[in-house]
């Protein structure tokens, strides 16, 4: 038997520990910013997803048939039932909605790195609110979890999904040839562009903006400046602004230093119309957060709403932690007890749950060898015997305590064991 | 900061590529690729080489091991990786071509067509709506027409001499390709500066022969 899916793995305790401090961390910094957590299906049906173009491909999802024949899919990511729960069950509800989420996304096909089949995603939502501010709150939120959760240098890459449809809407290009210059600008092909130049008349003015997009990107003041000077259109020009206003707020809050813009910046996710940002960590070359505007998604629904979220991609995240050793991970102290004499067994179980109440881990167990002792990560042994008990550390010091009276073996136990370091 | 590691596909693409960071002014060691090793620290330049397959430098490059690569775009355009291709180098200079035997067969059914880049393959022939059988070869793709594994190849073509030495023509030619400068779509963004940096300069070198020529 080939028990074993490529693709999907079992999350062991060492690294569930290290998954669980990044999550409660999460968890703590989006329910203290008032983004109740919610938990939706791991089954939704194929219609939601379906049609929703540059969201997930038809044949990158996985496919389940119920009993009635229906088509499901398992999720393949985590704003659409969102989005399905603001125009259904919050329909009447007052905005902004604020939601936030930690569970499994599932795609057959991954592009992106660390190829997993189920992914674990983190994000909030903001529903209802179209403001300057809201996109200015997912940013400031963005910045605070990367940090919380041990980023050091988090890098926040800004850009706009209209500016690559404002800067083309000035271009006589058939629709279909915009596809591939979009293509080339995204992948910042600068040769691919001054070939795509020669198939096509354009005026000097737009083939020198053209040429110029791939290499520009990075400081935001730059950037901008360098815009402001181009011959681009008046819409272009109003994108331009409300991007500016987004950066000199970013100044007074002081958060411009972990902000880049690049104006070709573009999402796998076609469904953003405004805002579009990615989350970085110097150093690291994955993607550690996207998110962005999107104000056409609950429109499927047959509500129209201005919405903005963004997503935490944990396992990339957990891989730059351990990468970086950033883990703010608590040593808990783990202690093994056995006894040789039955009538110890109350003393041991009552003993091992005073040791429990004070925060530590305990188990009562008389077949310990070494091995297990390892493989449990145990660092005190206690062996109860008749008139004492052994205390040891495991591979290293040990020591005798005298058993009189119950009460004070917890604090004879803890004591030794602080001298000891 | 960590050393900027760039991946180079092995062979002739690499001895090119170690020459052009020398032009453009890089103190890499000009013997460098004679030894067989595979890792190279040029702690001058604050540079990790690393020598991987010509097919293996955009996944190197995309999962953001190495921050820039230096690949032929015929391999490009077989992985379909997601990468920022930034720079022509302007040599490997070659194209992708259909070929086979002289005497082609007119009918569109049945078509086997073998060669090393079947995704690339598959994408072209979909993209004209014609249905082909698509055999991937690892090596010696000329065999295929003579030995009727299959009627007609895809691969690269440089100088068509060993297509002629094997009595092959080309019925068609699909793109030019050359060899290009690829980086990580992150590392773009985090170590701008550094990549800008080397990206000028090779630009420069590639560009200045262009005029000389």
Redesign the interface.
């Known amino acids: 038997m080939n028990a074993f899916v490529e693709g999907v793995r079992d999350i062991l305790p060492a690294e569930l520990r290290k998954r669980r401090g990044i999550y409660q961390t999460i968890r703590e910094v989006f329910e203290a910013n008032a983004y109740r957590e919610v938990i939706t299906p791991t089954l939704e049906s194929l219609e939601l997803y379906a049609g929703i173009e540059g969201l997930v491909d038809k044949s990158e999802m996985f496919k389940v048939v119920d009993d009635r024949g229906q088509i499901l899919v398992l999720r393949p990511d985590l704003t659409m039932p969102i989005a399905r729960l603001a125009a259904s069950r919050f329909q009447d509800s007052p905005r902004p909605l604020k939601f936030s989420y930690l569970s499994s996304a599932f795609q057959s096909k991954n592009?992106?790195?660390l190829s997993l089949k189920e992914k674990t995603q983190a994000g909030v939502e903001l529903i209802g609110s179209a403001s300057l501010e809201s996109d200015l709150e997912m940013i400031m939120l963005l910045i605070k979890t990367l940090k919380k959760v041990g980023v050091e240098a988090p890098?926040i890459?800004i850009g706009h999904a209209d500016l690559i449809n404002e800067i083309f809407a000035d271009l006589k290009i058939a629709e279909n040839e915009k596809v591939e210059l979009r293509k080339l600008l995204a992948?910042?092909?600068?040769?691919?562009v001054k070939n795509y130049l020669r198939k096509v008349e354009l005026s000097e003015d737009a083939e020198d903006v053209l040429l110029r997009l791939?290499?520009l990107?990075?400081s935001p003041k730059k950037v901008i400046e360098v815009m402001k000077e181009m011959p681009l259109s008046q819409e272009t020009k109003e994108v331009l602004k409300t991007l500016s206003g987004l950066f000199s707020r970013l100044k007074e809050l002081e958060l411009l230093d972990y902000i880049?813009f690049?104006p070709m910046l573009i999402s796998r996710h076609g469904y953003y119309t405004g805002l579009i940002f990615k989350g970085?960590?110097?150093?690291?070359?994955?993607?550690l957060a996207s998110g962005g505007r999107y104000d056409n998604l609950t429109e499927k629904f047959g509500v129209e709403e201005p919405a903005v979220g963004f997503a935490l991609e944990i396992e990339n995240l957990l891989d730059y932690l351990n990468r970086t050793e950033n883990f703010a991970e608590d040593q808990e102290k783990r202690f093994l007890l056995s006894y040789q004499s039955d009538s110890d067994m109350q003393l041991a179980f009552e003993l091992a749950e005073d040791l429990r109440r004070a925060g530590f881990v305990a188990e009562v167990y008389n077949g310990a060898n070494k091995e297990y002792l390892d493989f449990q990560q145990v660092n005190f042994e206690i062996c109860l015997e008749a008139d004492k008990l052994e205390l040891k550390q495991n591979g290293g010091a040990s020591a005798v305590i005298e058993r009189n009276q119950k009460e004070a073996l917890e604090y004879l136990i803890l004591n030794k064991i602080e001298e000891w370091e | 900061?960590?050393n900027l590691c760039i991946a180079m596909a092995k062979g002739r693409l690499a001895k090119e590529a170690v020459k052009l960071f020398r032009q453009a002014g890089y103190d890499l060691p000009e013997n460098m690729l004679k030894s067989r090793k595979l890792i190279f620290e040029i702690e001058s330049e604050k540079f990790e080489i690393i020598l991987v397959k010509p097919a293996d430098v955009p996944i190197y490059v995309?999962?953001?091991?190495a921050?820039l690569g230096i690949v032929g775009k015929d391999t490009l355009l077989e992985e379909n990786?997601?990468?920022?291709?930034?720079?022509?180098l302007e040599y490997g200079v070659c194209e992708f071509a259909l070929a086979g035997l002289p005497d082609r067969k007119d009918t569109l059914l049945e078509r086997k067509v073998a060669t090393k880049y079947p995704d690339f393959t598959r994408r072209y022939f979909r993209s004209k709506g014609e249905p082909v059988e698509i055999i991937k070869l690892n090596g010696s793709i000329e065999l295929a027409p003579l030995t009727g594994l299959a009627d007609t190849i895809l691969d690269i073509v440089e100088t068509g001499r060993t297509l002629k030495e094997n009595g092959l023509v080309i019925y068609e030619s699909i793109r030019d390709l050359s060899a290009?400068l690829v980086?990580?779509?992150?590392?773009?963004?985090?170590?701008?500066d550094e990549i800008?940096a080397i990206?000028e300069a090779l630009d420069e070198v590639v560009s200045g022969d262009d005029s000389n020529a």
Do not use: C, H, W
């Open positions: 592009s992106q790195s890098l890459d992948a910042k092909n600068k040769i691919g791939p290499s990107f990075g880049t690049d970085y960590a110097r150093g690291y070359s994955n993607l | 900061m960590d995309e999962y953001g091991t921050d990786r997601d990468l920022y291709e930034v720079l022509d290009r980086v990580n779509k992150v590392s773009m963004k985090t170590r701008q800008a990206i």
